[in-house]
């Protein structure tokens, strides 16, 4: 969204909204410069993230578990090749692909029939950036309504990693890039790209900051590849000949990389100013290799602009893991409802299509450490989503925050028509409340979200009291939906017994 090299003042964000067509038209081209100066876009869109942060002290490791002092996911064979993301602000899109694929790899995920590797996989940055601003409502049509605009020309306005992750878990995305291939930017995609051609399900999504949460991201690089990092690149901070950029004042951040790796004995010496202490994250570009070593460079863990946002990585499957993904939450915006009463979110889904196996429910919270408790009801009265027949409960651990998937013990059989309340009660430990991620219409200053929330489908129970979330206005005018989300596969053909007169696949 501007040139590196030319240091940017400082301006309130509230400013931005009238400066968008300025900046859509500063926006620089491919790299180029007499003495090696490049110019290149970036493209970061603050203020989509509502997430608490740690308190603990900057750049601190409060973790007792053991990390090595160096690791590289490259060397492992986990990252792609560099790409470049040329003259648009699509920085967050690249940086979260190849988190994507770096997951894909790690976890030796299907692919086209084949194990991911970075030969083999190549997914879609113009797929994901294009149907992130031209929603499209999902098959089951859950989401009708829910739509994301972006205040100018969207190329240059850039992203946020924390959004492009919720859009992703609609399984919108990602596709294989020659579905839509990077040079077609600029051009319209085909509607029935947004849903047809997954090569991959993202399942699952956490969240850390770089700075307060060190351990916890080298633990995401370590399970998952690669995680994504928000940071202000601006070559006056780089030091050119080690690739290494620290910033010391706190600017705004501007552009998203993916942190591959990371080295505790970095030397300080590296950096054009000194940080307080040693240790760096490896990082990976999106501006070609001509940029830093072959793409690469390195970034103080004591950078202050590293911590503006938290770093996001992905857990993802084959895209032939589940046929049904039922849902409400549409729009992007990451937010939750905490409470410090006891705390349990409620979605009600109706069976469509064909008969199918309930196998799995995903949903999100805000709080990291604790126990979930995932109850399903089939035909709940209306308006009393805790009531009907309990078919299924599972108990389990709180992963992170963000969202995770959570497979039923026993799939059950579901009949077109019936109801189904998806409830998950929320039991945090080492904080003083709980939480659960919801969705909900805002205006932002680089984009504005709208969402339809319709009566009956999402609820909310503090203590004792049961709320109608569309009603809930007390967090945004329109209402909100739980970000609760119901996994379902074709149920096999009912076969008759002829010993005992049962049908199979009956019992629940």
């Known amino acids: ?27 620089p081209v491919m790299p180029v410069g007499a003495a090696g100066t490049q110019y290149h876009a970036q493209g970061y869109g603050t203020g989509g993230v509502r997430l608490p942060k740690s308190r603990t002290e900057r750049g601190a490791d409060t973790s007792s578990e053991a990390l090595p002092r160096k690791y590289n996911s490259v060397r492992r064979g986990y990252i792609t090749s560099v790409k470049d993301q040329g003259e648009y602000g699509t920085c967050t899109y690249f940086s979260v692909i190849c988190a ?3 997951s894909a790899i790690r976890n030796g995920v299907i692919v086209d029939g084949s194990v991911a590797n970075k030969r083999n996989i190549d997914l879609s940055e ?13 098959p089951l049509g859950g989401t009708q309504g829910d739509r994301i605009k972006a205040k100018g ?34 051009s319209r995609l085909a509607s029935s790209l947004a849903y047809s051609r997954d090569a991959i399900h993202v399942q699952g999504m956490e969240m850390a900051y770089p700075d307060t949460e060190r351990s916890h991201v080298k633990r995401m690089i370590m399970k998952y590849g690669a995680a ?16 290494a950029l620290y910033c010391s004042s706190y600017d705004e951040i501007d552009h998203s990389v993916a942190v591959v790796g990371w080295n505790d004995t970095y030397s300080r010496k590296n950096f054009l100013k000194k940080p307080p202490h040693n240790g760096a994250w490896l990082c990976k570009n999106q501006w070609g290799t001509t940029f830093g070593k072959n793409g690469y460079f390195w970034v103080s863990y004591y950078d202050t602009t590293i911590g503006s946002e938290p770093s996001v990585a992905f857990d993802v499957e084959p895209a032939s893991n589940y046929k049904y993904n039922y849902q409400y939450d549409g729009g992007t915006y990451c937010d939750s409802i905490s409470t410090d009463k006891s705390l349990t979110a409620a979605n009600v889904y109706t069976i469509q299509k064909e008969p199918q196996m309930i196998e799995a429910v995903g949903f999100g919270t805000m709080t990291g450490k604790g126990r979930y408790t995932v109850t399903v009801y089939q035909n709940p009265k209306k308006g009393k989503p805790f009531t009907g027949r309990k ?25 077109p028509g019936e109801t189904y309340s998806v409830a998950v009660k929320i039991q945090t430990t080492g904080v003083d409340y709980n939480s659960i991620m919801v969705d909900h219409g805002l205006n932002i200053w680089w984009c504005r979200i709208t969402t339809k929330q319709t009566p009956g489908q999402s609820y909310i ?48």
Request: proline share 3%; net charge positive; aromatic share 10%.
């Open 1 to 27: 969204m501007r040139k590196i090299g030319k240091k940017r003042e400082h301006r309130r964000i509230a400013l931005y909204g009238l400066l968008l067509t300025v900046l859509a038209l500063l926006a």
């Open 100 to 102: 994507l694929e770096a």
């Open 126 to 138: 113009l797929q994901l950036f294009y149907f992130f601003y031209h929603r499209k409502t999902d």
């Open 153 to 186: 020309n969207a190329y240059y306005i850039g992203g946020n990693c924390a959004m492009n992750g919720l859009h992703l878990l609609s399984w919108s995305g990602a596709a294989d890039e020659k579905a839509a291939p990077y040079k077609k930017a600029g």
């Open 228 to 243: 994504t990092l928000t940071l202000n690149l601006d070559y006056s901070n780089l030091n050119q000949r080690k690739n």
């Open 391 to 415: 078919v299924s409960q599972k108990t389990g651990n709180i992963v992170s925050r963000g969202y995770q998937t959570v497979r039923l013990n026993s799939p059950f059989r579901a009949e």
């Open 461 to 508: 129970r503090m203590g004792k009291k049961t709320r109608d979330l569309a009603r809930y206005k007390s967090i945004a005018p329109g209402g909100a939906t739980a970000r609760i989300k119901m996994y379902t596969n074709a149920a096999a053909p009912v076969v008759p017994d002829q010993g005992t007169g049962r049908q199979t696949g009956q019992d629940r």
